[in-house]
């Protein structure tokens, strides 16, 4: 495959499905108690969801003439994959307990959980 004949389009939608798919390595969750810390990172709950969405984005994104932008349906179905882990990433944020001020357990989102969110948003707006 020859970077320099890839569609503009292509190349933003594979940079951002393997930006996404490098986010669910990364840390999501970081939880410390005390002296404990524990990293989380995103196979957790619907990270995995996420993880195949931006799977078979980069999967339709190379299928086709590489040298032509998105068909309508491979341009759809990339456009449902980058929504549902926009989607599925905005609700990790969401299920992510924020710390009281009465809690000895404190959580910070991580550098994967960012960057699937900018990855996502960024496969929405390629599509």
């Known amino acids: 495959m020859n970077l320099n004949l890839l569609h503009l389009q292509r ?3 594979i940079i951002c499905s393997l930006a996404g798919i490098i986010s669910v390595f ?8 005390g ?13 995995m969801m996420t993880f195949i969405a931006y799977g078979l984005s980069l999967l339709f994104s190379l299928s086709g003439n590489q040298q032509e932008a ?12 980058g929504s549902i ?3 599925l990433t905005v609700n990790a944020f969401g299920s992510t307990n924020d710390d009281s001020a009465f809690s000895f ?22 599509a």
């Not at 990364?26 to 108690?33: A, D, E, F, I, R």
């Open 35 to 47: 002296s404990i810390e524990v990293s989380l990172n995103g196979f957790r709950g619907y990270g």
């Open 11 to 13: 190349k933003f939608t």
């Open 105 to 126: 357990v404190k959580t910070e989102y991580g550098v994967g959980i960012w960057l699937s969110l900018v990855a996502s948003a960024g496969l929405n707006l390629a």
């Open 70 to 81: 998105l068909d309508k349906k491979t341009r759809l179905i990339t456009l449902v994959c």
């Open 85 to 87: 882990a926009l989607l």
């Open 26 to 33: 990364l840390p999501w969750v970081k939880v410390s108690g």
